[in-house]
């Protein structure tokens, strides 16, 4: 009975201490795995059951009537950015890079949320095929189908990754600062150009995001027991 009880009281002791050196993970799982997650799937529920979300068009229009040869010139450059001409050459930079400094976990954690993400992306847009907005005529016509926006999903694949590598350095706020301008940037041109609903947007990062966490988990987790965390 009394060696139960000294099991019981070391392993409470375990656990205090791992939540102590650990409550930063719980937080970090909860935004931004949890919540993301929730996200995606309250979103996707709506677009399955072909509900129209009241924020959508209204915030499309609100968009294109602050049009101007300036802002859609700015727009078009932050679209292309945001796939073609930048965030595929910096997935596959970053990737090379890793493997040329022979950082083999960090290769593949990198490697495996940016293709994940893209399949995803394709398998989910697939599953969904809701229909681009058709309120005007773009200066950037897309023909595929519109949730969640693969735009937004590769740009915030890619800023969650280079985030979650560069956050125990110095980069760690040059990173997250630079990343969540461009990821906004790259979103919001979509909905500018009248090729994504606000919705495809928001469906894309949460996907992205809890994607891009998961894998970090899966990769990065460290074993636990209660009984060698309560040893001094």
């Known amino acids: ?30 935004v931004c795995l949890l919540l993301p997650l929730a996200g995606f799937v309250a979103l996707a529920e709506e677009i399955h059951e072909a509900e129209s979300l009241y924020f959508d068009q209204a915030l499309l229009w609100r968009m294109h009537r602050l049009a ?3 802002l859609d010139a700015f727009f078009l450059l932050m679209s292309r950015l945001g796939y073609q001409w930048g965030v595929i050459p910096l997935d596959l930079l970053l990737v090379a890079v890793l493997a040329f400094r022979r950082r083999w976990r960090n290769t593949l954690f990198a490697a495996t949320a940016f293709a994940g993400s893209a399949l995803l992306n394709i398998g989910s847009k697939q599953l969904f095929q809701r229909e681009r907005p058709s309120l005007w005529e ?8 519109s949730f969640p926006s693969g735009h937004a999903m590769g740009s915030m694949t890619l800023a969650a990754t ?5 956050w125990n350095t110095r980069w760690r706020w ?15 041109s979509r909905v500018h150009l009248g090729v994504h609903y606000p ?6 990062w949460c996907a992205a995001l809890a994607w891009v966490t998961g894998v970090h988990v899966l ?5 636990w ?5 309560a040893k001094p």
């Open 225 to 229: 027991s209660p009984s060698a965390a």
């Open 138 to 145: 773009s200066i950037a016509p897309e023909s595929t189908f």
């Open 1 to 30: 009975m009394r060696a139960t009880q000294a099991e019981s009281r070391r392993e409470a002791a375990g656990v205090r201490d791992w939540l102590a050196h650990n409550a930063w993970r719980l937080l970090v799982l909860f």
């Open 174 to 188: 040059p990173v997250a600062i630079t990343g969540g301008i461009f990821v906004f940037c790259v979103g919001l």
């Open 199 to 204: 919705s495809d947007i928001l469906g894309g």
């Open 219 to 223: 990769l990065f987790r460290r074993r």
């Open 68 to 70: 101007s040869p300036a």
């Open 162 to 166: 280079a985030l979650f590598l560069a």
